[in-house]
Every structure is written in structure tokens, then in C-alpha cells.
């Protein structure tokens, strides 16, 4: 079972760097994300996998079955998912942010921070890309 | 502490101290410091004289193996009283020349600094300790040099004095360390000691010629010597006390130091001799090529220390007198004479020589100290640059078989010398005065204190000969020669052929000194002389170095984020591929069809999304199937008996795509993955590369073998002392617990971040 694991967490992170070598934005968090789930899967198989008995400890025993899963991993993983979740909502917001900004989502149209020679000096306007607000924020 | 340590802390702590006063008091303060510092010295004299050789400790490291440590031998006494003398003098001149001037303060803590710095190299008897006070005063030197920053010209003579006295400190370093390690310690007195193990060491010529680099760079020789004119750049007192009497004269004071430890060693000898007679000889022809007389100094600077340089080469004893008395002799008479030249540069506004005349009616104290010293550099008698020249022929006369071209080529230097000589004082001060943009008149009394106390001691040194051997020439010769000599000054030495050479001399001076209107121009115009020097050598390499610089960060920060990124996979991947390669193979996990069991499955439909993610056309499609790739993963994690993973990565999968789905309504979702073919290959070929990487380690990792203590621990003691019995529930809230707090307070921070920007994204608020 290791080897075709091991093979497709390679496509995984394979996937995730073809998709964080694209030029636009949405597309790099989508191979961030991969990336991130590609991790959590490396922990996981490096702790070991084996069968499906989950690490519980039964009543009136002290310790979970011997044929019971690696507990380690599973802790480790279980705080990557939520930090990986906030880190992906986080740079949505980012992009987000740089659409309204800037006008673009592609890095190499973003001039603002390192201005090209011939490039104009003002940032491009930003389209209306947003709702009017229904309500004032307070 | 002994008093030789505590007068370089003294030192210090009072240059600190003009820092902190009104700008005339710092002047006063740091005369009355070098005075005393000098006075401290010279009450050593009678000591060193008889023998005895004071010595302190000071730095040592002993945990680096650096001993440390300070001597005061006849050389570096004779140093450290020039050092403090004529410091005391720069000083007083100093506050005065620079009166009123904003940069007056600094210049004076820098002068303070860099005088301390000068006694600690010279006193200090540890190769490491000597290279770093060596150091000290070349950044000294880098900012006195540009005192006047606002000038690009300064700014450069500064940058160069720096980049080539800087330079020949690595290679000094460098060849210190290599004598330490044959030597097998850092004392420069254990050196010496040591001299067979450090002359059989296999690295013994490059460590000695490491250290003649070092010493010629610093000293200006023949091919460095380009940086000690540009040095002018700096305020006039400056120029006189690093750029002629001191600072300059370290390179030679290095080589005399460690004269006894490569004395006997031919090319020594040769390089040295060779060396000092070249620089020597381009000073003087450089000399007359000036009219700007800082610049004429400056040359004639650069032939005195090739001079020095060639005397320490010549190997009898004799030389070695000769070198001590010619470093006392130029020391008296280019001091007074720089602080001259910055007094009519002062009063009259102008320092051509050739637009000079006659000053001396209106400034006579100022005529009568250029005399005495231009007298002494003339080497005509009753004064002491009389003895020196003499010696100075004597010593190239006993040279061996080089002497006939010493004596040829020393004979045309001394002459330019005289002629030198006689345009900074007949002609600057006697005959027709010429219009000048001020009135020129005397000085104030500070300024002038130093050029006529200095042309005296050049007149009075030159008629107490036996005084001056005795106290300060010939334990500085014992120094140099490792050995006790008889040294014996004399000024008049009866008719001989070195008195004849002597008489040659002047009166060939004499007719250069009336030539010299013309001399000047006519060498002026041999462009040839600027056009193939090392100052052209230098400007290359620098703009080479500088463009060479810009491409280098051109091509690794060249702004663009996908080439940040395949580089830092790329690099990630090869460099792990390669170690495996290296450090040797693993083998592969036995494989069969007919093991798979059904989980396989969930990693088939791993490998569809993302085949499905990276093909998408549009991005709300890669979304999508990236949460196909996500729920795949979620089965996978129950399937291997991680139910509380499963559900936890189940959530956030379907809210993150929710999001993304949602966020897409503001995003441009059709754009198309518009790279071109080749770029789609090339980033393809990166991605396929890094997840073979990944695949790679993850096997290796998985072939080695498996430590279950962790696991095992957490599993034994999840119940009996956490009480509970969902053991990955436990490690999180109980035995982790701090983690999860702190993952809590990030997924809070993050929640913060995003109501911000998305409320002022909302309210249309850009900045």
C-alpha cells in the first residue's frame, strides 16, 4: 500500500506546484491549498499506515489495540487542516483585496510596490468590481 | 594595568571626551592628550635605550588561541613618539585651520581615534591584535579622507584609499594567520622566536609575500601607490598626519617589525629592495609633474616610503640605520613641510605652485619654517637630512651588486628631491610676489607652532648626532636587525665619494629647481603616464565589480513571482534528488497487484482531481475539483483509521470551496490558464520534478525504520492520565494543549485580517 501512496501524494504535490507556477492568483491558492493537503498526507504516511481501527481506548482497557492507527499524525494533521484553512481564507482575502486595489490578479501586472521602467507611475484605476454597500459598515 | 595598555585606553576615552565638548576645547583637549600621551613615551626612552623592553598584557583570547599582549621596543617607540608628537602638533593646527568649520569636531574625535589606533598597532605585540588596530586605521583613514563629504571627488578618494588599504589588509590577514599556524601562536615576538619552524613551513613565501602586500598597499608602494595622491582630498592636517607621517608609514613600520623573522630570505631582500627603488623613482618623476603642491607632496611622500622600503631591503646593517634615520628625518621635515603648504593654502587661497610667489615678505615665520624643513629634505648640512642622505648612500654603495643601479637611479631621485625642495621654499617665498585671491599674512600662533618646531628638531637632530643615536636610532635599529649593532651618526664624514655624490646631487637639484617652469609642462603632456597606470586598473575593476554586482542581482531578483517560485522548487527538488543520489539508494517497498486492497481507490480518485484540477480551463472548475480532491483525501483519512481527521478535513474542504465558489463572483473566473505551450512544458517539468522529489524522500523515509515510541506513549497514557480514551483528542486538548490554544488565537488573528480587508474592500475604501 506505501508505494502508490507515496506515488500519489508526488502527483498531489506534482499538481500543487503546476498550479502555484500559474500567473494568476486564484489559481496559485488552489495549488496552495494541494500543497498544504499533500503535506498533511506525507505526516500521515510517514507515521505509518496500516488498518482502519481508529486509536480509541476501549472501556476497561488502558491503551488502544495493538492494531490501532499511528495517534501522532493524526494530531499533527488535525492542527495543519484548521491553520492550512485559516492561511487559505486569509489569501482569498488578500486577492480580493489586490483585485479591488490594483484591477488585476496577476502578479505580473502588479506595479505598484516595484514600478517598471515604462510602466505608468499611478496604479490602474479599479474597476468597479464590487456592490455598492447596502448598509455603511460602523 | 600596566602604563603602555593604559595609555591606549586613555587614548580612546579621551577622543571619546572631545565628542562631548565645544569644538576649540576638543582641539586643546586632544593636544594636551597626544602631549601627554608623548611625554608618557618619551619617559620610556632612557629605559628602552639600555636594553629593556617593556611589555603588558592586553586582548588576549586564549580560547581563540590569541595571545595578546603589548611591547614597546626601540621601533615601536620611536613610532609611538612620532605618533603622539607630532599628533599633539596636528592638533593644535588642526583647531585653528579648521576654526569655525561644523566638521571641526568630528574630524578631531576621528584624528583621536586614529591616533590611538596607530599606538595600539604599533606597540602591539600579537599578529591579530596588530591587524586590528591596522584595520581601525584605515576606516580611520576612510573617514578623515572624506571629511569634506559633500564633494564626489572626496567621496571617491575615500572609497579608494579604503578599497586599496583595505585590500592589502586581507592579504595581510591572511598572511598573519598562515604565520601564526607555522609559528604556533599569534605573539609577533614569538614569531620571531620561532623563525626556522616559520621559514620551513610550506606556505612560508606566500605568507611573506601575502605580507609585503599588505605592507605595500598601505605604504603606497609601486603598484598601489595611485590611492596616497587622491588621498589629498582630505583637510590639510589630516594629510600631514596619516598621509605622510604616520599612517603611511605602518606598511613600513610592518616590514621592519618583521625584518628579523625573513632577513636572510633572498627574495625578501630582492622584492623589497626592488620594490621600494620603483615606487621611489615614479614618486620623484610623478613629483614634477605637479603644480597643486599637496599633490607634489604627496609624490614626494610616495618616493620616501619607497625609499624606506628599499633601505630595509638592502641587507647590511648599515641600511637599517639608514631607514631609521631617513623615517625620523622625513617624518620631521613632510610634516612641517604639508602644515607649510596648508598655511599658504590657508592664507592666500591658493596652493598652484606655479601662480606662487614671493609670500615670503608677508608671511616671513612661515618662509623661515619651510626653509629649515625644505633644507632638511634637500639633505644639505648642518641638518639631519644631511646625515640621512648620507647614510643613504652609503647603504646603497654597500649593496652588493646592485648597488650601481641603486646609486644611479637613487642619485636622479635625490636630485628631484633638491628640486622639489627648492620650489616649496625659494620660489614659493623669495623673488616676486604674485597676486593671490586673499592678502596672505602669518598665521595664527597654533598653526605655525608646528612647522617651526618641527624644522628646529630637524636642525637641532642633525647637530647632536650621537644624542639621537644613541636614545632613539639605534634601539630601533636593534629592533629591526633582531640583534644589537653599534650605530654611530655622524655629520661630517671627511672628503670622501659619498660627500662628492652628496655635492652632485644638490647642484643637479639646483639646475632641475631653475628648469622647472619648464619640466612640468613637458611631463605633463606625456599622457602616456595616465593612461597605463594602476589607477586605470583600479577604475576598471571597481565599474567590472559594480556591473558585474547589478547583473548578478538582475538575474536572481529579477521581480517575478513564478520564477521565485520554480526556483525555489526546483533548487528544493534537486538538491534532495541529489542527496539521494549520493548518499545511496533505499530500496523500494515490495509492490503487488494482489495486496491492494480496496482503499487504493480513494488515492485513484486523488490522482483524478488533481489531473482534473491542473487541466481545468476555468478556475470555478479548479476549484471544484479541488474539493473532489479534498473529499477524497477526507475518505482516505478514514479509510487508514482517522475518523476525527476525516470529518475536521470534510468541514473545511466543503467551507473552503464554498468560499472560493463564492469569492469567484468578484474574481475574474473565466480567465483562461493562458500560459504559453513551452511555459506549460517548463512548468511542467518543475512540478512532475518536485513530486518525484517528494515521492522519493517519503520512500526513503518509509525504508527506514520505524520508531512507535511516541505513538505508543500517547496511546499507554492517554486514559490513565488525561482520562480519556480518544487518544488524538487528548494529544490536542490535553497533552498539546498550548499548541491548540495558539492555533485558535491564529485562526482568530486570521478572522480579524479578513473582516478588515473585506469591510474595506466593502466600503470602496482602496488604500
Known amino acids: 500500500m506505501e508505494l502508490p501512496f507515496a506515488l500519489a501524494i508526488g502527483v498531489l504535490v506534482a499538481g500543487a506546484v503546476y498550479m502555484l507556477l500559474a500567473r494568476d492568483l486564484p489559481r496559485m491558492l488552489v495549488g496552495f491549498v494541494l500543497l498544504g493537503t499533500a503535506a498533511n498526507l506525507l505526516i500521515l504516511l510517514a507515521g505509518r499506515v496500516g488498518g482502519m481501527t481508529p486509536p480509541l481506548v476501549a472501556a476497561g482497557m488502558a491503551a488502544p489495540g495493538a492494531d490501532a492507527a499511528n495517534p501522532l499524525p493524526q494530531a499533527l494533521i488535525l492542527t495543519a487542516i484548521v491553520i492550512g484553512f485559516g492561511l487559505a481564507a486569509f489569501a482569498l482575502m488578500l486577492i480580493v483585496k489586490a483585485r479591488a486595489v490594483l484591477g488585476t490578479v496577476r502578479p505580473d501586472e502588479m506595479a505598484a510596490a516595484e514600478p517598471r521602467a515604462g510602466a505608468v507611475s499611478s496604479p490602474p484605476t479599479p474597476p468597479r468590481a464590487l456592490p455598492p454597500p447596502r448598509r455603511e459598515a460602523a | ?767
Open chain 2, 1 to 767: 594595568m600596566s602604563g603602555i595598555a593604559l595609555a591606549l585606553l586613555v587614548g580612546a576615552g579621551g577622543s571619546a571626551a572631545m565628542a562631548f565638548v565645544p569644538a576649540r576645547l576638543a582641539a586643546w583637549l586632544g593636544a594636551g592628550l597626544a602631549a601627554s600621551l608623548c611625554a608618557f613615551y618619551a619617559a620610556h626612552l632612557g629605559a628602552v635605550s639600555t636594553g629593556a623592553v617593556p611589555a603588558a598584557a592586553f586582548w588576549g583570547v586564549p580560547a581563540l588561541d590569541i595571545a595578546g599582549g603589548l611591547r614597546l621596543d626601540g621601533l615601536a617607540l620611536l613610532f609611538a613618539l612620532l605618533i603622539t608628537g607630532i599628533g599633539a602638533l596636528v592638533f593644535l593646527y588642526a583647531g585653528s585651520y579648521m576654526a569655525g568649520d561644523a566638521r571641526l569636531r568630528r574630524l578631531l574625535v576621528m584624528l583621536g581615534l586614529f591616533m590611538t589606533a596607530m599606538l595600539g598597532a604599533v606597540t602591539a605585540d600579537d599578529a591579530i591584535l596588530l591587524f586590528i588596530f591596522w584595520e581601525l586605521t584605515s576606516l580611520a583613514s576612510f573617514f578623515l579622507v572624506g571629511t569634506n563629504h559633500q564633494s564626489p571627488a572626496a567621496r571617491k578618494a575615500a572609497l579608494q584609499a579604503l578599497l586599496v588599504t583595505g585590500g592589502g589588509g586581507l592579504a595581510l590577514l591572511a598572511g598573519l594567520v598562515l604565520v601564526a599556524i607555522a609559528a604556533g601562536t599569534t605573539s609577533i615576538s614569538g614569531m620571531i622566536a620561532a623563525a626556522p619552524a616559520v621559514l620551513a613551513h610550506p606556505a612560508a613565501e606566500p605568507a611573506m609575500l601575502l605580507v609585503i602586500a599588505g605592507a605595500f598597499a598601505k605604504s603606497a608602494q609601486v603598484p598601489f601607490h595611485f590611492w596616497l595622491p587622491n588621498a589629498m582630498a582630505a583637510p590639510t592636517p589630516v594629510s600631514a598626519y596619516l598621509h605622510s607621517a604616520t599612517m603611511v608609514k605602518l606598511g613600513v613600520y610592518l616590514l621592519a617589525r618583521f625584518n628579523p623573522l625573513y632577513q636572510g630570505v633572498a627574495l625578501w631582500h630582492e622584492l623589497l629592495m626592488w620594490a621600494g627603488l620603483a615606487t621611489a623613482a615614479t614618486g620623484a618623476l610623478l613629483a614634477l609633474r605637479e603644480t597643486d603642491l599637496k599633490r607634489v607632496l604627496a609624490h614626494t611622500t610616495v618616493t620616501g616610503l619607497g625609499t624606506l622600503v628599499m633601505l630595509i631591503g638592502i641587507a647590511p646593517e648599515l641600511s637599517a640605520t639608514a631607514a631609521v634615520t631617513f623615517l625620523l628625518v622625513h617624518a620631521f621635515y613632510k610634516a612641517a613641510l604639508f602644515l607649510v603648504v596648508g598655511i599658504v593654502d590657508h592664507e592666500t587661497g591658493s596652493r598652484d605652485g606655479a601662480a606662487l610667489g614671493g609670500l615670503g615678505r608677508a608671511m616671513p615665520l612661515t618662509a623661515v619654517a619651510a626653509g629649515l624643513a625644505a633644507f632638511s629634505m634637500a639633505g644639505l648640512p648642518p641638518f639631519v637630512g644631511f646625515v640621512a642622505k648620507e647614510l643613504l648612500y652609503e647603504a646603497k654603495l654597500g649593496a652588493g651588486p646592485a648597488s650601481d643601479v641603486l646609486i644611479v637611479l637613487g642619485f636622479l631621485i635625490n636630485a628631484s628631491m633638491v628640486a622639489v625642495a627648492g620650489v616649496l621654499s625659494l620660489r614659493l617665498f623669495l623673488g616676486a610676489s604674485r597676486p593671490t585671491p586673499e592678502t596672505p599674512h602669518d598665521p595664527h600662533w597654533a598653526m605655525i607652532a608646528g612647522p617651526v618646531l618641527l624644522a628646529l628638531l630637524g636642525l637641532a637632530a642633525g647637530s647632536m648626532p650621537a644624542l639621537v643615536a644613541d636614545l632613539v636610532v639605534e634601539p630601533a635599529v636593534r629592533a629591526i636587525l633582531g640583534r644589537p649593532v653599534a650605530v654611530t651618526l655622524k655629520l661630517w664624514h671627511g672628503f670622501n665619494l659619498v660627500l662628492a655624490l652628496s655635492a652632485a646631487t644638490v647642484l643637479l637639484g639646483v639646475v632641475l629647481f631653475l628648469a622647472w617652469e619648464r619640466i612640468v609642462p613637458g611631463l605633463r603632456r606625456a599622457e602616456a603616464i595616465d593612461r597605463f597606470g594602476p589607477a586605470r586598473f583600479y577604475e576598471r575593476l571597481l565599474a567590472g565589480t559594480i556591473s558585474l554586482a547589478e547583473r548578478c542581482t538582475g538575474l536572481v531578483q529579477h521581480g517575478h513571482l513564478h520564477g521565485y517560485i520554480a526556483t525555489l522548487f526546483a533548487a528544493t527538488a534537486i538538491a534532495l534528488l541529489g542527496t539521494l543520489a549520493v548518499r545511496g539508494g533505499f530500496d523500494a517497498p515490495a509492490f503487488a497487484f494482489g495486496a491492494l486492497d480496496p482503499r487504493a481507490l480513494a488515492l485513484v480518485a486523488i490522482v483524478v482531481g488533481v489531473l482534473a484540477t491542473v487541466l481545468a480551463r476555468s478556475v470555478l472548475v479548479a476549484v471544484m475539483a479541488m474539493g473532489l480532491v479534498g473529499f477524497a483525501v477526507s475518505l482516505l483519512f478514514l479509510l487508514f483509521g482517522a475518523p476525527d481527521v476525516a470529518f475536521t478535513q470534510f468541514a473545511v474542504e466543503t467551507l473552503l470551496v464554498v468560499i472560493l465558489a463564492a469569492a469567484l463572483v468578484i474574481l475574474p473566473i473565466a480567465t483562461r490558464d493562458d500560459r504559453a505551450p513551452r511555459r506549460k512544458l517548463a512548468d511542467a517539468a518543475v512540478a512532475i520534478l518536485a513530486g518525484a522529489a517528494v515521492t522519493a524522500v517519503l520512500l526513503a523515509v518509509l525504508a527506514t525504520p520505524f520508531d512507535p515510541r511516541l505513538g505508543a506513549w500517547f496511546g499507554a497514557n492517554s486514559y490513565p492520565a488525561a482520562h480519556g480514551r480518544n487518544v488524538v483528542n487528548v494529544i490536542l486538548v490535553d497533552f498539546r494543549a498550548l499548541d491548540t490554544l495558539g492555533e485558535i488565537m491564529v485562526l482568530a488573528i486570521a478572522a480579524f485580517a479578513v473582516v478588515a480587508l473585506l469591510r474595506r474592500a466593502r466600503t470602496g475604501d482602496a488604500r
